[in-house]
Nanobody, 117 residues
Framework: QEQLVESGGGLVEPGGSLSLSCTAS????????MAWYRQRPGGQREVVAS????????YYADSVKGRFAISRDSAKNTVVLQMNNLKPEDTAVYYC??????????WGQGTQVTVSS
């Protein structure tokens, strides 16, 4: 059964850094594009960053460009979101998503990130 497990969320002060990890199981990882989404309080789920199946193409939302970096390690079936210079408006539940045109998509359970002094 396919599964995504996120980790690395927590409380950090403005200007700080966090690294989120998402480990996939039950799938052929290299067949999937991977993405991080977030849902802020009272808001809709929005894409933050994505990386294609081969790892050679990335997308970032304007709000995180220059601060966040997405990467993937096919040997570990893991995608990482490195978040630097965090702002209070980055506070959200962050979700990992695996997406394949052939195999469909599924989500992780989410991890809370809180940026506050």
């Amino acid at each position: 059964q396919e599964q995504l497990v996120e980790s690395g969320g927590g409380l950090v002060e403005p200007g700080g850094s966090l690294s989120l990890s998402c480990t996939a199981s039950g799938i052929i990882f290299i067949n999937y594009n991977m993405a991080w989404y977030r849902q802020r309080p009272g808001g809709q789920r929005e894409v933050v960053a994505s990386i294609n199946s081969s790892g050679n193409s990335r997308y970032y939302a304007d709000s995180v460009k220059g601060r966040f970096a997405i990467s993937r390690d096919s040997a570990k079936n893991t995608v990482v979101l490195q978040m630097n210079n965090l702002k209070p408006e980055d506070t959200a539940v962050y979700y990992c998503k695996a997406d394949s045109a052939l195999w469909g998509h599924f989500w992780g359970q989410g991890t809370q990130v809180t940026v506050s002094s």
